[in-house]
């Protein structure tokens, strides 16, 4: 079958800018997707040159500058900055989100089942009332209730949905290091999409800096977690990890729905705080996690985290450790000063002297 002129000349341009300028080509999404794919060891690099549209030679020469600049092995496996790379697309689509943050680092933080509540400030009686919102966006449906409906629909890959008060915002998964930036990022998608909403609609979600926005849902998930590894392993135990407060509300646990070892915080509002408290605890563990947590029962564990989330100031582990090393030639040289003290008293005080016995008749009389 014949190419058409048209792309036979794109496809040329497409080769001759790889080959000359393959990371001024590719863009840092781009990137970051070719990198994805290049970890898929069930892919070729024919397969990934022709589901990007360029040829085989050019491919395995951008595998080989990635090699070179210390983004992915020669067996195909990312590196450390390769996986920097692919996490710094920040917000995931639904239908990907399963592939992507299964490249991520162990305990990178994954903000999602998020949930804005809006309240709207000013709005015509009935909003919705407009039949071409469905023309103009991506997804649109209706969502029967049992009084009313909602509708829902899609900006910029960001889940909206409408009720008779408010805008119901609901971010893809968002990837970060740190939760408060993983916090910031959705904060940024939202602050996106609000103008967005309010011109679809003609109503105002924010008037003069003013805005009236609710969380109504969040989980921070730190993925690949070593305390979530150990009870993937422990089959009695696996799915019991739960750390509920004094209201008897669960503020953490252990998930694996997305076939992914996860240490999640889920309370509506405290979600973030307990997660940022966590969190340094398995960073200052690193790869001694394991061990750290294996030498405790499974109530042992929960009743850890319990303290942590509800005390917020704790010691880190290595702190202990630092206080005990500390401490312990202290109370070494304070034993060794006792001992030593207890030889001197017993070389200066003299034994007792054994009681003479007393002969009849030698007792005064008036003792008697």
Same mark, same amino acid.
């Given at each position: ?13 497409? /080769?001759? /800018? ?28 024919? !397969? ?13 020469? +951008? +595998? ?43 305990? =990178? ?6 949930? +804005? ?19 103009? &966006? ?23 949905? =409408? ?13 970060? !290091? ?93 979600? /973030? ?8 605890? +398995? ?24 303290? &942590? ?32 003290? =207890? ?18 008749? =030698? ?6």
């Amino acid at each position: 079958m014949k190419v058409p002129q048209e792309e036979h000349v794109q496809k040329k341009l497409n /080769h001759v /800018h790889f080959r000359v300028h393959p990371y001024e080509y590719y863009t840092k999404k781009k990137r970051a997707e070719v990198l994805k794919q290049l970890s898929d060891l069930t892919l070729n690099l024919s !397969d990934i040159a022709m589901q990007r549209n360029v040829s085989s030679s050019s491919m395995h020469r +951008f +595998f080989k500058r990635l090699i070179k600049d210390g983004l992915i092995t020669q067996e195909r496996e990312l590196t450390e900055a390769g996986m920097n790379i692919v996490h710094k697309s920040v917000v995931v689509s639904d239908d990907v989100h399963n592939d992507v943050h299964s490249y991520q680092k162990v305990d =990178t933080t994954r903000l999602h089942d998020l949930q +804005f509540k809006i309240r709207i400030l000013t709005k015509k009686k009935d909003y919705r009332a407009n039949k071409i919102i469905s023309m103009k &966006v991506n997804d649109y449906k209706i969502i029967d209730l049992k009084n009313n409906y909602q509708e829902q629909f899609y900006v910029n890959d960001v889940k909206i949905r =409408t009720t008779t008060k408010s805008i119901l915002v609901m971010p893809s998964d968002v990837y970060a !290091d740190r939760p408060r930036e993983a916090a910031i990022r959705a904060l940024n998608v939202l602050f996106d999409v609000i103008p967005k909403v309010e011109n679809l609609f003609n109503i105002k979600l924010i008037k003069d800096k003013y805005c009236n926005i609710e969380i109504s849902r969040q989980h921070y998930a730190l993925i690949h977690n070593e305390l979530a590894k150990l009870y993937k392993k422990d089959k009695k135990y696996k799915n019991a990890f739960k750390v509920v407060d004094k209201s008897l509300e669960t503020r953490l646990i252990i998930d694996f729905s997305q076939n992914i070892p996860e240490f999640e915080a889920v309370h509506k509002i405290h979600a /973030h705080d307990d997660i940022e408290a966590a969190k340094p605890i +398995f960073d200052d563990l690193g790869q001694k996690a394991k061990p750290y947590f294996d030498d405790l029962k499974h109530e042992e564990k929960q009743d850890y985290f319990r303290n &942590v989330i509800e005390e917020k100031k704790h010691y880190l582990p290595s702190e202990v450790s630092a206080s005990i090393d500390a401490i312990f030639p202290i109370l070494k040289e304070v034993a060794y000063a006792q001992q030593n003290q =207890t030889k001197l008293m017993q070389a200066l005080i003299p034994k007792p002297l054994k009681p003479m016995p007393i002969r009849k008749g =030698t007792i005064p009389d008036y003792i008697q």
